[in-house]
């Protein structure tokens, strides 16, 4: 059973979509990336993650039935999406996630900083980790926890696990490269399934049981 916050914690610097997206690109013109490590790598991976955005952006579209439940959501939702610029993950992930949200005027979505919210974070742990992005969806009245999903959807998160296996010896670049190639084939398919088993599964627990 999810629970409801005792004290919800401070939100640092919640953004919607538009403006992180335009804190990307100024961060990109910048040469800079978000948090307090501004390595080349990240820096790299930021402008790297801006082009991707865009792709996930213009070849986006919604899974028929996911837009059907949207529009049957009984009350409103608050979704709460940890990420950073230099996520990988976040590139492909981030915008898609927007585009679910925007199709219902039931849920408001925030974007924030992993690294200037940890209180946050660490109450959303995957296997004791800080691993982004993690998306938080709360009842917008109550605050309780309906469901936390990340940092990746199940279907592309075992492909991960089975080419860890096969390749032990892999290093972060060859995987960053698969994962490239399994969400440009996937085109957000898997995330959206994800999604609407989620939404599904809240809705019906809201419904009165006689």
Not at 166 to 185: C, D, M, S, T
Request: hydrophobic content about 40%; proline content about 6%; aromatic content about 8%.
């Amino acid at each position: 059973m999810e629970t409801t916050f005792e004290i919800k914690p401070t939100l640092e610097n919640p953004l919607t979509y538009n403006l992180y997206a335009v804190l990307i690109e100024a961060l990109v013109a910048a040469g800079q990336t978000t948090g307090p490590e501004q390595t080349e790598e990240k820096i790299a991976f930021t402008k790297l993650n801006a082009q991707r955005s865009k792709r996930v952006h213009r070849t986006f579209e919604m899974l028929p039935e996911l837009r059907e439940t949207l529009q049957h959501l009984p009350e409103k939702w608050e979704w709460l999406l940890i990420t950073e610029s230099w996520c990988g993950d976040g590139a492909q992930l981030v915008p898609a996630i927007a585009e679910i949200a925007a199709a219902t005027p039931n849920i408001e979505l925030s974007i924030l900083l992993r690294d200037e919210n940890p209180e946050l974070m660490d109450l959303y742990l995957t296997n004791g980790g800080r691993a982004i992005p993690k998306l938080i969806c709360l009842n917008a009245e109550t605050d309780e926890t309906l469901f936390a999903w990340g940092p990746r959807p199940e279907a592309i998160q075992q492909k991960v696990k089975e080419f860890k296996t096969e390749n032990p010896y892999a290093g972060k670049e060859e995987l960053h490269q698969q994962l490239a190639v399994w969400y440009a084939k996937d085109k957000s398919i898997t995330l959206q399934r994800d999604m609407l088993n989620l939404i599904k599964k809240a809705t019906f627990c809201l419904k009165p049981v006689y």
